[in-house]
């Protein structure tokens, strides 16, 4: 959407499970501090790119690890992912994706953005080791009767829901096609069964990152394991499958869905058992995080 050299090479959009402005969403520039954390002594970024170069995919794993030293880092960002370039012939991008969106200079094609209904049980799995986890929740601003529930809730509209609305709103400014969001709320008894296997907690509750793909595609979380499918979940596959093929299609994805017009109020299409348009999303909790 944001980048010029994907211009003309596709005619719809659509952003499952997050935005260009979710934190996730970018890497940093920190090649010099991965090759101080190998303990190598480097002066330009040249010298670290030679370095990082010769380093298998489990070295650069681990090392990006110890640039991610509190909970927060390690649930939401990544030290590796897209940067904004230096100006360049072969340059992705070259300035900031909020820019380009507010200024309507992103690729205007009907577009279709998300969140998920839960993100705690990511964040859950982002918590690698007890220690961490204990070290966290010892903090002084989570006494006094903090639910963990609460900040598991502010971290996953902070690592998806805050993007979405965002570039929501800047991208309205000068749209000139449709913009559609939806919350996917329906756990499917597929999902529960994927839960179960990961070792969750049985009051894990949502739908999480990445989970409605199993609605699209065959998806295999677990290797070797196959996930029982009922009649319910049949139907939710079916739904889901026409909308995104109306869209594709046409641009216009369900006869309920009507597209983003007010910044001041972002409604969208909750699909769920029964799916219907919802006016502002989740506005409460997404007016916490503006500045």
Not at 40 to 52: G, I, M, P, R, S
Not at 254 to 283: C, G, S
Request: with cysteine; net charge negative.
């Amino acid at each position: 959407i944001v980048s010029p050299t994907a211009k003309g090479l596709f005619h719809k959009a659509i952003a499952q499970s997050g935005s260009v402005l979710n934190p996730w969403a970018w890497g940093q520039r920190n090649g010099l501090q991965l090759a101080e954390k190998l303990g190598k002594k480097v002066t330009c970024e040249k010298e670290a790119l030679t370095l990082l170069r010769g380093l298998s995919d489990d070295q650069l794993y681990e090392t990006s690890l110890l640039l991610t030293d509190d909970f927060m880092n390690m649930a939401v960002h990544r030290s590796f992912g897209p940067v904004i370039e230096k100006p360049n012939p072969t340059a992705f991008l070259c300035e900031d994706p909020a820019l380009i969106l507010a200024t309507g200079r992103y690729n205007q094609v009907p577009q279709i953005l998300a969140g998920k209904a839960d993100y705690s049980w990511n964040v859950k799995l982002a918590a690698e080791s007890k220690t961490l986890w204990q070290k966290t929740f010892s903090q002084p601003y989570y006494k006094d009767g903090v639910q963990k529930s609460g900040v598991f809730e502010q971290i996953g509209d902070g690592g998806f829901y805050v993007g979405v609305s965002e570039s929501t709103k800047l991208a309205l400014k000068n749209a000139k096609q449709p913009i559609y969001l939806y919350k996917f709320s329906y756990q499917a008894d597929m999902v529960k069964q994927m839960y179960k296997l990961m070792r969750l907690p049985e009051s894990t509750a949502g739908v999480a990152h990445g989970m409605d793909g199993n609605f699209l595609f065959p998806c295999r979380w677990i290797p070797g394991v196959e996930l029982e499918v009922n009649a319910e979940d049949v139907k939710a596959i079916h739904s889901v499958v026409e909308i995104w093929t109306n869209f594709a299609y046409t641009g216009n994805p369900h006869t309920q869905w009507e597209p983003v017009t007010d910044p001041e109020n972002l409604k969208y299409l909750d699909i769920d058992k029964e799916t219907q348009m919802r006016n502002q999303l989740l506005k409460e909790r997404l007016d916490v995080w503006e500045i």
